[in-house]
């Protein structure tokens, strides 16, 4: 089996992206990415965070975001790119105020502590305040009826919680019969579970990365929530010929020949300085040959795969573009 090329026609339908990976894949970096990528030509999207961390701010190099809708970047051929971070409590006020019109009582419980109160004896409604404002944003139009943002992008929570972050909403039906807080749930889980959702998983081709991305494939799968793409973050470039490869893993590194290509090439080194050039060229293929052993195990997913470049010297924000290019190279559009 192997992996799927490219962006899917059923990718270019979604409207709602969550990017997910185990922690230190590079998550927040690939979704600050794709929601350029799919801002490319005059589109507009949002970037959402909900973990608290200003990650695109990070990622952006800006100030801490507030809560509230702000352009943060532009795209190619007039694209905009705005971000959100979610502020759990200020959206538990404006819940309690677009459904129950208790704008001023809101104040009053968050002084009196009551957000923190309810927050803690209900763990899920956090999760649901969330989800919520997500979908009020994919939702929401424009006195022509048109969709304020073409793509919402997700910076969610990494894969060991990230099914349980999209399915509490699922679990709040069967408490909550009637009123506001149904309907609000009964919405979510629709959006969560229809087509215009995808979850893309970010992982690196690594032992440990590859194996938690399988595994929550398996539990996206067991959720009915809808798998995207696999996301492949700082893949390297063989440098070596193929068939060197192999050999070289084993070790087999002939270093009187690699001696005498340096002094073909013009290049007397010391013997010290040739010993550490084999060691690495070892290296490298062993680390080449794992990634190899890695992509077919990655496989198994049966997903639509994206390979991205590793940049040397970190991601800064021209860095974000060159990433986006490389996902519209791979066919990523709306």
């Known amino acids: 089996m192997t992996s799927l090329p490219g962006w899917t026609d059923e990718l270019a339908r979604t409207r709602l992206h969550f990017v997910t990976g185990k922690g230190g894949t590079g998550k927040t970096t690939l979704a600050a990415s794709l929601g350029l990528a ?3 030509g005059g589109r507009r999207v949002l970037l959402v965070e909900v973990e608290g961390r200003q990650g695109f701010a990070q990622v952006f190099d800006t100030e801490p975001l507030p809560y509230a809708e702000q352009r943060i970047a532009s795209a190619p051929g007039g694209g905009e790119v705005r971000a959100l971070h979610i ?3 200020a959206a538990l006020l404006e819940y309690f105020e ?3 019109n208790l704008g001023f009582a809101g104040r009053t419980l ?3 502590g009551a957000i923190e109160f309810a927050t803690t004896l209900a763990p899920g409604l956090r999760d649901v305040l969330l989800t919520g404002k997500i979908k009020e944003c994919v939702g929401r139009t424009d006195s022509d009826g048109r969709h304020v943002y073409d793509a919402v992008v997700v910076d969610a929570p990494p ?3 990230v099914v349980k972050f999209l399915d509490v909403t699922r679990a709040l039906t069967d408490v909550a019969k009637t009123g506001p807080i149904r309907g609000q749930a009964e919405g979510v889980v629709r959006l969560l579970h229809s087509g215009e959702t995808a979850v893309h998983l970010v992982t690196l081709l690594e032992e440990m990365p590859v194996r938690e991305t399988l595994d929550a494939v398996a539990e996206l799968d067991g959720a ?3 798998p995207g793409a696999v996301l492949v973050n700082r893949v390297r ?3 070596l010929p193929a068939p060197s490869l192999t050999p070289a ?7 009187n020949d690699v001696r005498a290509g340096l002094r073909s090439a013009g290049l007397d080194l010391p013997d010290s300085t040739v010993e550490a050039l084999v060691t690495e060229t070892v290296e490298h293929a062993i680390g080449i040959a794992a990634e190899a052993r890695s992509s077919e195990q990655l496989a198994e997913a049966d997903l639509p795969t994206l390979r991205l470049p590793d940049l040397r010297g970190g991601v800064d924000v021209a860095g974000l573009y060159e990433i986006a290019d490389a996902l519209v190279d791979q066919g990523v559009r709306l």
């Open 38 to 40: 799919l801002a490319r």
């Open 87 to 89: 502020d759990v409590e």
């Open 98 to 100: 677009m459904f129950y």
């Open 110 to 112: 968050r002084r009196m």
């Open 159 to 161: 894969t060991g919680r």
């Open 224 to 226: 009915d929530l809808r």
């Open 237 to 239: 470039p063989p440098r």
């Open 249 to 255: 893993a084993d070790g087999q590194v002939d270093e």
